[in-house]
């Protein structure tokens, strides 16, 4: 399958939407459909994650075809090189390769991005970057939006973050580019490598991040050679490795695994293994083997359940 080229954003088919009529199309709604959620009292489902305490609104099904829609137009727009977050071929694992070991590295994100991303943000780009009609900018920041703010369990906030704020990333960048650092950013985590990566620089781009009424926290610093973990990504001189945390959640589940005779618990434990396992093996080639094993484990399983 050949890869989705990006274009810029005038030729988005969410550019200089006109009417009403024009974004329902888009969407593919009825007229109808886009009063219905235009005009309904909630929108989303909600609860709280119970590692994080933090509140999850999730769209329900007819606006969360909007926000998938919506994120895949916005993620075909062309982007900054630094952007490794809602981009085809780019991931949490590109946006690690990019930082060398053997220089300073330094790291820091947005407090509660999507809750204090504002509706007006979001507005604010789709009126004067997409040149969309008032009235159609204004629904697009409602049906994007809850509560005044990007959605946590929404499938269009990571992009759609981006470019509602992309005057301050451009901004940032613009800044590392000056300190000689090479600088990247996965949804809100931004990391910065190069002889300029320095407390500093944290100070200043805290200062960017003020300007737009964002909070920037958990800064931290790596001197050269010193191993980083870069979004659950551990950099080091050899190469790329699991970071700890991420290795011990699959040894306390392979623990639980040896542990367990029964069949059906088996295969319910090594399904949710075998997730984990393939994406270390992305970090981390050599994990392959131990997940290429549990995958012919899981394979013997089901057949002997098969025949029983």
């Given at each position: 399958?050949?890869?989705?080229?990006?274009?810029?954003?005038?030729?988005?088919?969410?550019?200089?939407?006109?009417?009403?009529?024009?974004?329902?199309?888009?969407?593919?709604?009825?007229?109808?459909?886009?009063?219905?959620?235009?005009?309904?009292?909630?929108?989303?489902?909600?609860?709280?994650?119970?590692k994080?305490?933090?509140?999850?609104?999730?769209?329900?099904?007819?606006?969360?075809?909007?926000?998938?829609?919506?994120?895949?137009?916005?993620?075909?727009?062309e982007?900054?090189?630094?952007?490794?977050?809602?981009?085809?071929?780019?991931?949490?694992?590109?946006?690690?390769?990019?930082?060398?070991?053997?220089?300073?590295?330094?790291?820091?994100?947005?407090?509660?991005?999507?809750p204090?991303?504002?509706?007006?943000?979001?507005?604010?780009?789709?009126?004067?970057?997409?040149?969309?009609?008032?009235?159609?900018?204004?629904?697009?920041?409602?049906?994007?939006?809850?509560?005044?703010?990007?959605?946590?369990?929404?499938?269009?906030?990571?992009?759609?973050s981006?470019?509602a704020?992309?005057?301050?990333?451009?901004?940032?960048?613009?800044?590392?580019?000056?300190?000689?650092c090479?600088?990247?950013?996965y949804?809100?985590?931004?990391?910065?490598?190069?002889?300029?990566?320095?407390?500093?620089?944290?100070?200043d781009?805290?200062?960017?991040?003020?300007?737009?009424?964002?909070?920037?926290?958990?800064?931290?610093?790596?001197?050269?050679?010193?191993?980083?973990v870069?979004?659950?990504?551990?950099?080091?001189?050899?190469?790329?490795?699991?970071?700890?945390?991420?290795?011990?959640?699959?040894?306390?589940?392979?623990?639980?695994?040896?542990?367990?005779?029964?069949?059906?618990?088996?295969?319910?434990?090594?399904?949710?293994?075998l997730?984990?396992?393939?994406?270390?093996?992305?970090?981390?080639?050599s994990?392959?083997?131990?997940?290429?094993?549990?995958?012919?484990?899981?394979?013997?399983?089901?057949?002997r359940?098969?025949?029983?």
């Open positions: 399958m050949p890869e989705r080229r990006s274009y810029p954003r005038d030729q988005s088919r969410l550019y200089k939407v006109k009417s009403p009529a024009q974004l329902a199309d888009i969407f593919f709604l009825q007229p109808h459909e886009l009063d219905l959620l235009l005009d309904a009292n909630e929108n989303y489902i909600r609860w709280t994650d119970k994080t305490g933090r509140e999850i609104q999730r769209p329900k099904p007819l606006l969360e075809k909007v926000h998938r829609r919506a994120g895949m137009l916005l993620s075909r727009i982007t900054p090189d630094f952007l490794h977050s809602a981009i085809k071929g780019r991931s949490y694992i590109s946006n690690a390769q990019r930082h060398m070991p053997d220089e300073p590295t330094a790291k820091i994100d947005v407090r509660k991005f999507y204090s991303a504002r509706a007006q943000a979001v507005f604010h780009f789709f009126r004067d970057r997409m040149l969309c009609d008032g009235d159609v900018a204004g629904m697009l920041a409602r049906l994007l939006t809850v509560d005044g703010h990007l959605a946590t369990g929404s499938s269009v906030s990571p992009i759609l981006f470019f704020y992309e005057d301050m990333f451009t901004d940032i960048e613009a800044l590392a580019i000056e300190r000689g090479e600088m990247t950013c949804v809100d985590d931004m990391v910065f490598t190069g002889p300029g990566a320095t407390r500093r620089l944290i100070y781009i805290i200062q960017i991040v003020r300007q737009y009424r964002l909070w920037g926290h958990k800064t931290k610093l790596f001197k050269p050679g010193q191993p980083k870069i979004t659950g990504v551990a950099v080091i001189r050899v190469g790329q490795r699991l970071p700890n945390r991420r290795q011990k959640t699959i040894a306390d589940e392979m623990d639980v695994l040896k542990s367990t005779r029964d069949d059906a618990e088996r295969l319910a434990i090594i399904r949710r293994l997730g984990r396992l393939y994406e270390a093996a992305q970090v981390d080639s994990w392959y083997v131990t997940a290429d094993a549990m995958a012919d484990e899981k394979r013997g399983l089901e057949r359940s098969a025949r029983a």
